[in-house]
């Protein structure tokens, strides 16, 4: 069962991903976000980066001193919007 437990459903990132990465020696939070992707989806973290921190400290992992880093968009972009941006040019 632990193989499948989500623990980010944007990125469908599971609790054996987490395991696996700390286990390969992620052990901050920025760190495993980057290998696992958990907290780049839809939501951008705010259903699984307190669940992902949690687990990390009760692994063993570093404690969290700060935020994960955001990566732009922070909400999804319709393309029609972006290519608003672009000028005509006919």
Known sequence: MKDKTIVC?????TL???DEAMARGHRDL???K??????TG?????Q????????????GGDP???????????RPLALADLALLVEDEG
């Open 30 to 32: 920025e760190s495993l």
């Open 42 to 46: 839809f939501c951008q973290g705010k």
């Open 64 to 74: 969290p001193t700060r935020p994960i880093t955001p990566r732009p968009p922070v």
């Open 16 to 18: 054996h991903q987490v």
């Open 48 to 59: 699984c980066v307190a669940l992902c921190a949690r687990l990390l400290v009760e692994r």
């Open 9 to 13: 459903r944007c990125e469908d990132v």
């Open 34 to 39: 980057r290998y696992t992707g958990f907290g």
